[in-house]
Structure formats: C-alpha cells, structure tokens
T-cell receptor, first 111, second 114 residues
Framework: TQLLEQSPQFLSIQEGENLTVYCNSS?????LQWYRQEPGEGPVLLVT?????EVKKLKRLTFQFGDARKDSSLHITAAQPGDTGLYLC???????????FGTGTSLTVIP | NAGVTQTPKFQVLKTGQSMTLQCAQD?????MYWYRQDPGMGLRLIYY???????DKGEVPNGYNVSRLNKREFSLRLESAAPSQTSVYFC?????????????FGPGTRLTVT
C-alpha cells in the first residue's frame, strides 16, 4: 500500500528557477521527513517536521507540514545544479516504529 | 567512521537460489532497518529491529527473513529468490525508532534475480 504520493514524479528546470515538490496522503502522520538521494547512494536526511503547519528553512529549501499533518511541500528557490537528485518524503506512522516513503521526485537542474 | 556498510554491492541470482545480505553499523545505534527500492515505488520497509534482540515485520516482509546478530549487524536473507525480488536493498540505522532520530542509510545492494 502506497500511502504517500509525490508530485511531480520528474522535474527538469533551468538553473535559477524556483520549484515546489508535493507529498500528499489521506493518512495522518506523527511527523514527516524529507530526504535527498544521489545516484548509487542511500538517501540522506534533509529535515524532519513534527507540528501541523510547521515551516522549516534550510538555506534555499523551505519545507512545510500541512495543518492536518497529511501532506507536505518542499520549495527550492533559485535552484542550482547541486540540487539535482531524487527527493523523497517519509511519514512516520502514528503507531510509531515505521516510516512510509513517498514515490519520489527526480529533479534535474540544468546549468 | 564507516557509518553503515553493506555487502555485497551487486549480486545476480537465479530463481530459487538463496543468499544473505549483510549490514553493519559502527555508530552504536539501537535500531536497524531493511528497505527495498523499486522504480516509482519509493522505499518500502521489509523488516526492522528496534533494539538488539528484537525484529518486526515491515510493509513487505514476505519472502525474507532477518537476523539481528548483535548490536552492530543486521542481515537479510532470501531463502528462495524470485524475479519479483529484483531491487535495490538499503540498510539503515538510527539511535531510536522515532522520527526524532535520523536514519543513516548504507550505499545499497543491487540484486537481480533471473
């Protein structure tokens, strides 16, 4: 069962453009994490959001957790080639112990 | 520190063969996880071990078994490999099993079953 849907699945943009990636579910999560994965490597954690409505910023990346804790978004300002990678959201089940990963968004930033 | 290491990096099996994927972490983490990653599916949890001596099923446990050998090592075994198990397998570890604790992932094992 795929609990988290990400959109878009693929995104190719020019350097300097802005973009938003969405992570949606019909389930409520205790928390939500965003990871970035580069080819041939494992995912690396970018941020964890816990409170409904929470907004966190990491340099040019802005993460928001939906008020109802069912969805999240990742916004990148002035994208750079170094932002290229697969972005994954992961929701922590309310029962704990398990994380459910989204389908992933593959981002390519063209110089 | 090596972090999370996985062996082998690549493996090709014939249907029905068995194999064990090895994972070790040197961060003194309590919790360890096995995921599989398939195109368009994200990562799906196979099994996890919240602490040494315990293991629990995840989202897709069928066809797999695990062993938490000690605090450092968590192995994944395929008893009779099937083509549907062709995937990239990731091991991860964390201090605890809640979101407050970051999961650290290994580099993955790319498995093909023919």
């Amino acid at each position: 069962t795929q609990l988290l849907e990400q959109s878009p699945q693929f995104l190719s943009i020019q350097e300097g453009e802005n973009l938003t990636v969405y992570c949606n579910s019909s389930s409520v999560f205790s928390s939500l994490q965003w990871y970035r994965q580069e080819p041939g490597e494992g995912p690396v954690l970018l941020v964890t959001v816990v409170t409904g409505g929470e907004v966190k910023k990491l340099k040019r990346l802005t993460f928001q957790f939906g008020d109802a804790r069912k969805d999240s978004s990742l916004h990148i300002t002035a994208a750079q080639p170094g932002d290229t990678g697969l972005y994954l959201c992961a929701g922590e089940a309310r029962t704990g112990n398990q994380f459910y990963f989204g389908t992933g968004t593959s981002l390519t930033v063209i110089p | 520190n090596a972090g999370v290491t996985q062996t082998p990096k690549f493996q090709v099996l014939k249907t029905g063969q068995s194999m064990t994927l090895q994972c070790a972490q040197d961060m003194n983490h309590n919790s360890m996880y096995w995921y599989r990653q398939d195109p368009g599916m994200g990562l799906r949890l196979i099994y996890y071990s919240a602490s040494e001596g315990t293991t629990d099923k995840g989202e897709v446990p069928n066809g797999y078994n695990v062993s938490r050998l000690n605090k450092r090592e968590f192995s994944l075994r395929l008893e009779s490999a099937a083509p549907s198990q062709t995937s990239v397998y990731f091991c991860a570890s964390s201090w605890g099993d809640r979101s407050a604790y970051e999961q650290y992932f290994g580099p993955g094992t790319r498995l093909t079953v023919t």
